[in-house]
């Protein structure tokens, strides 16, 4: 059965438009959008065009040649050889994964990359199976799909002639002559009429940090966050779903159509946990610290008409755990930067320690007192208006700021605009802000600053007298002159 593939008519056609009047020879990016909306069925949002890399190449380019040559012989009416164009892309497979990874961890429920677009000339295009079926295969790799299938989309822009064709293809198995197979491409309006649900969860995590020992099962910092990760994606499937205040039947449609920025409210009824699914082992030897990493994760997710109640609620689930495992993923890349640093600053010092070098092969070591218990605060999550009333999202950690640094970062990867206005930018996890913490570097690589010391009342010394105020002093000073001046007096007479 042939693939339906949809894209948005406005976002994906002005797109393909603006690349045919460009002057480009080729260009490659992703498709936002969301597989399976119905059996054999999918749909593409947008098209995001991969950006530059480091050192100011592009992702893509054509190689090859195009040649040709008149007949040699002295006939008249001889006709020439026909053109033969060689011409091919060439793809930086790992920039256009990379930027798979990034902008998926953007993207919120019910959003997927699902493929790649590459346009190009149509000789160059049917001369590339092979690297762009391997270029699909790494993104495949670093953005894998919400939902369970390996599907995944190539979409080819033709410059010449112009025409526009999609091919699905399964980038897990082996590579063939028919590895891309041909689908049905239309367009159709997609986002103005997706349906949009939210929801605030109450997280606690604690992660126990434990010291440098011979214990092979002692885990890391790491292993210990996958495993609070995978408790908290338990007790969410086992929550009870409430959508606007009643709790719909499991083979329920979608709720009553709503404009996009009248979103219905969900909330999952579970106990809460703070465990995070590991045990309590505060008792043992080799626990530096307990850190408890406490917030409201804020989920939003979008739906088609054409899928069932559960789906949505499925997808908001799985934006909440991917938003977890997002903003875990920070604190670990801030921690670990924080080590490099320091390692970095004191090289000398640790070349001639050998306990230090052994570390090294772990991915965080604590240097905290035994029984220390401390609070993290999350990232904190905003929503970046995107197209037709939809939301992207983004982390701001530590001193981030939504000019500085959300908006520099959108319009690198989504190619925003510099008129983003930052005033529209959501911010629902503000109010939910705790008291200012120490960062999670802080915590498992803890430096020796004036910031960090302790805040504590001055200790009086109890072997030192108690000194009188100076005005009792001075009174009993006079009244000892003056009964010294009676005495005299008196002993004259």
Request: a negative charge.
């Amino acid at each position: 059965m042939v693939r339906v593939v949809v894209g948005d008519e406005g976002q994906v056609e002005g797109f393909v438009d603006s690349l045919f009047q460009s002057r480009l020879q080729v260009q490659v990016g992703l498709l936002i959008g969301k597989s399976e909306v119905s059996p054999s069925r999918d749909s593409v949002f947008a098209l995001v065009p991969t950006p530059r890399r480091d050192g100011g190449g592009e992702a893509a380019k054509i190689t090859g040649a195009t040649s040709g040559q008149k007949e040699s012989s002295g006939k008249k009416n001889a006709k020439p050889k026909p053109t033969v164009d060689n011409s091919s892309v060439d793809i930086d497979t790992d920039w256009v994964a990379e930027h798979s990874r990034q902008v998926s961890r953007m993207l919120v429920g019910g959003m997927d990359v699902v493929g790649i677009f590459v346009y190009a000339s149509e000789s160059a295009l049917k001369n590339s199976i092979s690297v762009l079926w391997q270029t699909v295969r790494a993104v495949a790799s670093a953005s894998p799909l919400s939902e369970e299938n390996d599907e995944r989309l190539v979409l080819n822009i033709s410059s010449s002639p112009r025409r526009i064709s999609c091919r699905s293809c399964a980038p897990l198995t082996s590579f063939s002559s028919t590895a891309l197979r041909p689908c049905d491409w239309k367009l159709g309006k997609l986002l103005s009429n997706l349906q949009t649900y939210i929801c605030s969860h109450p997280v606690e995590v604690r992660i126990p940090l434990l010291v440098d020992d011979n214990e092979a099962s002692a885990g890391t910092v790491k292993d210990n966050l996958c495993a609070a990760i995978s408790a908290e994606s338990a007790r969410l499937k086992s929550a009870v779903a409430m959508v606007d205040g009643t709790v719909p039947s499991q083979d329920a449609l979608l709720a009553p159509p709503r404009t996009l920025d009248n979103p219905h409210v969900v909330e999952y009824l579970a106990q809460l946990d703070g465990s995070g699914g590991i045990r309590d082992i505060r008792g043992r030897q080799n626990v530096a610290a307990m850190v408890t990493l406490s917030g409201v994760v804020h989920g939003r997710a979008y739906a088609s008409a054409r899928e069932p109640l559960q789906r949505a609620i499925t997808n908001l689930e799985k934006d909440l755990i991917s938003s977890l495992r997002s903003r875990l993923d920070l604190l670990c890349d801030e921690a670990e930067r924080s080590v490099e640093d320091d390692q970095c600053s004191s090289s000398n010092e640790m070349e001639n320690s050998v306990a230090k070098s052994n570390t090294s092969s772990q991915f965080l070591r604590p240097n905290a007192d035994a029984g220390t218990e401390c609070s993290v605060s999350l990232p904190r999550r905003v929503f970046v208006p995107w197209h037709s009333g939809t939301f992207l999202s983004d982390y701001l950690v530590n001193d981030e700021t939504l000019e500085m640094d959300v908006k520099v970062r959108f319009e690198e990867l989504f190619s925003f605009g510099k008129d983003l206005d930052i005033s529209e930018i959501l911010q629902p996890e503000l109010s939910a802000v705790v008291p200012p913490a120490p960062s999670f570097s802080q915590i498992v690589h803890p430096k020796r600053t004036s910031s960090s010391k302790e805040l504590v009342a001055p200790k009086t010394d109890s072997s030192k007298q108690v000194t009188p105020p100076r005005n009792l002093m001075l009174i009993g000073a006079l009244g000892m002159l003056l009964l010294a001046i009676l005495l005299a007096l008196f002993m004259s007479k």
